[in-house]
């Protein structure tokens, strides 16, 4: 039956694709609607923010990390700013250590609105876009009363917080934590038992446990796959050592898990959050840090966890310049997308677009 | 006399378009005048009052067979005709030789009904009942054909089981 | 074997990495089952210029180690792809910023820059700025244009 | 002289104005629905609250410029929009809007044309709207058009069939092919279809769904996919006509529905004594005002649904619907013959 022998057909998702959630290339070739093979084409957007970090020095660097993962700029922050501390042994006072903790925790809660409606508006379902949206915004006003950005936050100092927060910051935060908690269930009824989106989601993308911890994936897309791995309980950092929160656990590791994962975490940050604001202590915002820093020669990496994965700083400094001798980040987009290939082997076209949004990749943070 | 204009200018239609059915040289252009040829047909039943039959060929013919050819001129891109008819010679005796065949038959059956004149097969073609020709049509249809009626269905159902069977990917 | 600021540094050679790495993953109570990130630091003043260093985590035991070893400009590293798949890239993207081969990977090509670019942009002696306007086809002969011009 | 030819004349303009418009304040009503849905506005700029919007969306679309890509096929590819546009249109002509009315003292029936094979007429004329996204994706010379037409025809062909079947078992119920005769066989009954034939009505209108391309079946533009679908190479007017094309088919979805199921311009409750006052409302306005909730309904599952994938739908198609609409002929028949 050679005789309908369709030759195959290469299909360029190319850069500019409303659905690659930025400029990020994938070769498909397809025999008939079926993804045979596919090569991913990155490095549009390389702006070689490890080569500029080496003639920075380490206060103008907190900027730079803004600019990579530009969805969750208050977690780079936190993450360059503890590995300083660990690399020149700076004490957090506990109060700075809360703050960072709110901080992270209404970062990843925006950066997981932003993921749930453009994985959703790329099935279709355009309300739950601007659902997500609407609560967004009110993450971002909340960021804006405390530092003035929307969305690099430049908000973390080494050592600590540059500013206090605010009068009445922290009943705000109580206010939207009740509101966000009310309109979760609002996503949960467009999505959760929606039969199409189940028939969109179930059994697309599977990766089991084993595979991806071969391939370095991490957060809700390693969790997704049914392995218990969250930075913030394995290495407890800022104040999460003092929280009481779980890690929720997808079972099959297909598409539809991730969404449970992911969502189930919103929940989960309003509780850190809620404990945070509560046991919120006085006390000073900043440690003892020297005027310029310049930290012993020697190198380190530390890890934490972004709302896409493990995010993990390397640096390297020679004891001599205020600049790091070498700068490198672990991004966690970066090592989810290798398995962009290996899971929609196999997949139609339609599947292709539903599995790039469940990686959840920012093409800042891929391309550096 | 208004039947009479009516008829001449759709028959007249019809052969032009057929004609251009055949001399059009992109195909899809000629599966186009395929469908306006049938629509032209449909016109034709309804001036002589045959709606349902009208509706029908506009249904099956024009709204079914003539979509799956677009389907084929599409699927597989005949900018290249074939290449084994491309010598004129052999192509054109071929023609000659068919077309001389069914003119005789043609002719055949005039001289055969001139002689004794056909029955009025089918009365139900002009008489306006209350419910038209569908009733007449229904109740002759399950009635006195019923026979051939079942054996094209079988037919039929051959037919598609065949087309799933070959077109069926071995995979 | 070094132990400073809270983390285990293992200094091996090239030869031993593949056979240590393996040992690391598959003994029970190391069990370094994920390899977060490989990365390489230029110290351009020694002979061996490079430190191709590995930062290994496992799952089971929460703990991590990093592996490094020493290898000099032109030298090749065995690939550890083979033992951890999520090296693939990050070892694509050492070659492509900083030049180092690794033998042995299913697919060394570059992953970030584009693919006909001369020279690897995360050395120590690769220009910051480049020529700018006057675009060179390559930049190390506007390097060298430079240094001759001083 | 008047009755044969210059009442039908007037209706017919007068049905047709009434649709084009109708199918220009569809587009703003969607847009307001699905904003009202999304908690924001909708457009509000053009006249008080976007009065005035579907007018100059109408404008714009024809100062746009019309291009025509280089080696396609010009002269398809200029038909191809009439072809989409003008069976939705024609449709209209066998719906009837309401029963007899006197205007002027002439007795003007409030449907264009009482042909007899009504709803044959109407399945056979949409079937002609195929030609229109196939013909579009053809000519447009490119690989992504292409790949969409075809599978926007085949999901069409295959609802088709499905739907065609449904209306059968209704015609076992209803015993005429006439829209004023289904409509005149409820007023008889007192009863609407949609009692007797609760299925076939979900399954036609997930036909209708899936006919026009409507959302949960939209893959014929799923802007995630193709890029486009099939009218990715069109601008200007001849992009309106699509856009036209698919409005004016819901709206045709939704008049049928209407009248097979929900008594045409019959008001709701004929024979509650309390409802009497109902009455003195027109008929034609009960029928615009429930083919009004029917496309309110479409427009609401456009709002709210993800869409299916291309082979679950074409599984929907053939694998659920036909087989259900084959049981409830089957069933419908038997009812028929013993009742």
Redesign the interface.
């Known amino acids: 039956m050679a005789l309908f022998d369709t030759d195959e057909l290469v299909l360029n998702m190319g850069p500019q694709h409303p659905s690659t959630h930025g400029v990020l290339r994938v070769v498909l070739r397809l025999d008939g609607e079926r993804v045979v093979g596919s090569d991913v084409v990155i490095g549009y957007l390389h702006r070689g923010i490890e080569k500029l970090c080496e003639h920075r020095d380490y206060l103008q660097i907190v900027l730079l990390t803004d600019r990579m993962d530009y969805v969750s700029a208050a977690t780079s922050n936190l993450g360059y700013c503890e590995t300083v501390e660990k690399l020149m042994q700076i004490e957090v006072p506990p109060r700075a250590r809360y703050i960072r903790t709110i901080l992270a925790e209404l970062q990843r809660i925006a950066s997981h609105n932003l993921w749930l409606g453009t994985h959703a508006m790329d099935i279709g379902a355009m309300t739950v876009f601007l659902y997500n949206f609407r609560e967004r915004e009110l993450v971002l006003d909340l960021f804006e009363d405390y530092c003035g950005a929307r969305l690099t936050y430049n908000a973390v100092r080494i050592g600590g917080l540059p500013l206090d927060i605010p009068a009445g910051w922290d009943q705000k935060v109580r206010a939207y934590c009740d509101l966000f908690e009310s309109k979760i269930p609002e996503y949960e009824e467009l999505l959760t038992h929606n039969r199409i989106w189940k028939e969109r989601t179930q059994k697309i993308g599977v990766i089991s446990a084993e595979d991806a911890i071969a391939l370095g994936l991490s957060g809700p897309l390693l969790r997704g796959s049914g392995v218990p791995r969250d930075v913030r309980k394995d290495e407890p950092y800022a104040a999460y050592a003092d929280f009481d929160f779980d890690v929720p656990i997808g079972t099959l590791g297909d598409t539809y898990d991730r969404y449970l994962v992911r969502v189930e975490e919103f929940r989960q940050s309003l509780r850190i959050i809620r404990q945070a604001i509560d046991g919120l202590p006085e006390g000073p915002i900043l440690g003892k840090v020297p005027r310029l820093i310049k930290p012993p020669a020697g190198e380190t990496y530390h890890a934490i966890e972004s709302p896409k994965g493990e995010i993990g700083f390397f640096i390297a400094s020679d004891g001599k310049s205020i600049t790091p001798y070498r700068f490198r980040v672990r991004p966690p987009s970066f090592c989810n997308l290798q398995a962009l290939p290996r899971l929609i082997k196999g997949h139609l076209v339609a599947d292709v677009v539903a599995l790039i949004g469940s990686i959840d990749i920012v093409v800042g943070e891929v391309d550096r | 006399m208004l039947d009479a204009i009516a008829f001449y200018t759709l028959a007249a239609l019809i052969l032009a378009f057929a004609i251009a059915v055949i001399t059009a040289r ?1 195909p ?2 000629s599966v ?1 005048f395929l ?1 306006i040829n049938f629509l032209a047909v449909a016109i034709v039943y309804i001036v002589l009052g045959a ?2 039959l009208a ?2 060929q ?2 099956v013919y ?3 067979i003539v ?1 799956l050819y ?2 084929v001129v ?2 597989v891109n005949l900018k290249r005709g074939p290449e084994a008819h491309q010598d004129p010679r052999r192509q054109t005796g071929a023609g000659v030789g068919l077309a001389v065949a069914v003119l005789a038959e043609l002719t055949a059956i005039l001289a055969y009904t001139g002689r004794n004149p056909l029955p009025a097969v089918v009365p139900a073609a002009s008489a306006r009942g209350p ?2 020709n ?1 009733e007449q049509l229904g109740w002759l249809l399950y009635t006195t054909y019923l026979i051939p009626f079942e054996v094209a269905s079988m037919l039929l159902l051959v037919a598609m089981i065949g087309a799933i069977v070959l077109a069926r ?2 995979d | 074997m070094s132990f400073w600021v809270g983390d285990w540094t293992l200094i091996t050679s090239r030869e031993r990495l593949i056979e240590l790495a393996r040992r690391l993953r598959d003994d029970r109570d190391t069990a370094f089952d994920f390899c977060s990130d490989v990365t390489a630091v230029d110290w351009l003043a020694r002979a061996e210029r490079f430190d191709v260093v590995y930062c290994l985590y496992s799952t089971r035991h929460r703990h991590r180690v990093r592996l490094k070893v020493r290898a000099a400009d032109g030298v090749s590293v065995p690939s550890v792809t083979a033992l951890w798949p999520a090296a693939n890239w990050l070892e694509r993207e050492v070659f492509d910023l900083f030049g180092v081969r690794f033998d042995g990977h299913p697919d060394l090509r570059r992953i970030l820059m584009p693919d006909e670019w001369q020279g690897h942009p995360q050395r120590k002696d690769y220009p910051l700025e480049g020529p700018g306007e006057l675009l060179m086809e390559n930049p190390l002969d506007w390097l060298k244009l430079r240094n001759e011009i001083e | 002289m008047t009755d044969l030819f210059v009442v039908p004349l007037l209706q017919i303009v007068v049905v047709l104005n009434a649709v084009l418009v109708a199918v220009t304040y569809m587009v703003l009503l969607e847009r307001k629905i699905i904003a009202w849905v999304q908690s924001r506005l909708g457009p509000m700029r053009v006249g008080p609250h976007g009065i005035l919007q579907p007018i100059a969306d109408a404008l714009k679309l024809l100062l746009k410029e019309d291009i025509t890509p280089i080696r396609a096929d010009r002269w398809i590819f200029t038909l191809a929009p009439i072809i989409s546009l003008v069976p939705a249109l024609i449709a209209f002509a066998v719906i009837p809007f309401g029963g007899e009315a006197t205007l002027f003292g002439h007795r003007v029936p409030l449907y264009i044309a009482n042909v007899n094979v009504g709803l044959l007429y109407i399945v056979s004329i949409t079937s002609i709207g195929v030609y229109g996204i196939i013909l579009a994706g053809y000519s447009s010379n490119s690989k992504y058009p292409l790949l969409a037409s075809l599978r926007a025809s085949a999901q069409l062909i295959s609802y088709e069939v499905a739907v065609t079947l449904m209306l059968v078992s209704v015609i076992v119920t209803t015993r005429t092919l006439s829209l004023v005769g289904i409509v005149e066989g409820q007023m008889r009954q007192h009863i609407w279809y949609v009692f007797i034939q609760p299925v076939a009505a979900v399954v036609l209108f997930i036909g209708g769904l899936a006919e026009t391309n409507r959302t949960p079946f939209d893959l014929a533009e799923a802007e995630q996919e193709l890029t486009g679908g099939f009218h990715t190479e069109y601008s200007g007017m001849r992009f309106a006509m699509f856009f036209l094309a698919e409005y004016a088919n819901m709206i045709v979805v939704s008049a049928v529905m209407t009248t097979l199921f929900f008594g045409g311009w019959l008001s709701p409750f004929p024979n509650v004594a309390a409802a009497h006052f109902l009455w003195y409302i027109p008929g034609w306005i009960w029928f615009l005002l429930k083919t009004f909730v029917l496309l309110y309904v479409f427009i609401w599952i456009r709002a709210t649904l993800p869409r299916y994938r291309y082979d679950q739908l074409m599984r929907l198609g053939w694998k659920v619907l036909i087989p259900v609409a084959l049981v409830n002929l089957v069933v419908s028949a038997i009812v028929r013959v013993f009742l």
Request: charged fraction near 10%; proline fraction near 0%; avoid cysteine.
């Open positions: 992109n899809v252009h186009v469908v709606e349902f509706m029908i506009v249904l024009a709204g079914g979509v677009l389907f599409m699927l419910g038209g569908t990917k071995v």
